[in-house]
């Protein structure tokens, strides 16, 4: 990233990609938040025009659990912005019950996954020559995908599965993408433990804001950073990275049959949303 760039960040209002919005501005790249709400985004939008020595961030609202948001989103964003050097895809909730969105979509899948492979397919010809960056997380050792069937059965949903299929098909998507965009590195990142507002509305609500081994927003931050500044040669297309090292994923479910699957899947699912 070099100064002057643009960063476009979803989930910016709060946790990680605040913490990340805060950053980068600080090193003179100009923000573009995305935020669910007005009420979150607004606060956000000062910290980083202060963290960006008085230069206003872009602002822009949009509910991923409907995909004509997105597409408005991307339609603003393609308005406004020529070039989008970096589209960090942070935004994610982890959903307690089974819930259909408009789209037809269970919810966790859409907003974790799906919202952000429609967006980034809108961006495509901004972002050549830049680089797109999924927040995941290490893969569970029980982690399923059906890549053909992502929206599963109501009585066979269970919240922490669900939210990690989502975060596996986050990984799988970079994946596929830097196959067939070779023009846009396209990386996936861990994380960690962070403590964030992630678990808001389910059972998990306290372990995120009190557990006490978690990581700060920040400290999450500065660990994406390398994944934003980096010369691209010294980053491998279509990794996963944790800590700053590519970890061994399972080719059982990480590999370029599955990924490509799920790509075509995903096609589906949103275009007729």
């Known amino acids: 990233m070099q100064d002057q760039s643009t960063v476009v960040i979803t989930g910016a209002s709060s946790g990680i990609g605040l913490a990340v919005a805060e950053l980068v501005a600080?090193?003179?790249?100009?923000?573009?938040l995305v935020g669910r709400t007005e009420q979150r985004l607004a606060p956000a939008v000062d910290r980083v025009r202060e963290a960006g020595h008085g230069r206003t961030p872009g602002r822009f609202l949009a509910d991923f659990e409907r995909l004509a948001d997105v597409r408005a989103l991307a339609d603003q964003?393609?308005?406004?912005?020529p070039t989008?050097?970096?589209l960090i895809n942070n935004a994610g909730g982890r959903?307690?019950?089974y819930r259909r969105?408009?789209?037809?979509?269970?919810?966790?899948?859409q907003v974790n996954h799906l919202a952000h492979f429609l967006l980034s397919g809108l961006l495509r010809d901004r972002l050549r020559g830049g680089r797109i960056i999924n927040t995941a997380v290490r893969p569970a050792p029980n982690v399923r995908i059906a890549p053909e069937?992502?929206?599963?059965?109501?009585?066979?949903y269970r919240g922490v599965p669900?939210?990690?299929?989502?975060?596996?098909?986050?990984?799988?998507?970079?994946?596929?993408a830097a196959r067939r965009w070779p023009d846009i590195l396209s990386v996936s990142f861990h994380p960690g433990l962070v403590r964030t507002n992630i678990g808001d509305g389910t059972a998990l609500r306290y372990f995120f804001r009190y557990a006490p081994f978690l990581i700060s927003p920040e400290r999450s931050a500065a660990d994406m950073a390398p994944l934003i500044t980096a010369p691209a040669d010294e980053l491998r297309n279509g990794g996963f990275y944790a800590g700053g090292k590519l970890p061994r994923l399972n080719r059982r479910i990480f590999n370029p049959d599955i990924a490509a699957?799920?790509?075509?899947?995903?096609?589906a699912l949103v275009a007729k949303g």
């Open 101 to 109: 969105t408009v789209d037809g979509n269970e919810a966790t899948v």
């Open 149 to 156: 069937d992502l929206n599963g059965a109501p009585e066979r």
């Open 26 to 32: 600080a090193r003179g790249a100009h923000v573009v």
């Open 162 to 176: 669900a939210y990690q299929m989502t975060k596996a098909a986050n990984i799988l998507f970079a994946m596929e």
């Open 77 to 81: 964003l393609r308005d406004r912005y």
């Open 261 to 267: 699957r799920l790509w075509s899947t995903s096609e």
């Open 95 to 97: 959903i307690r019950s």
């Open 84 to 86: 989008i050097d970096v």
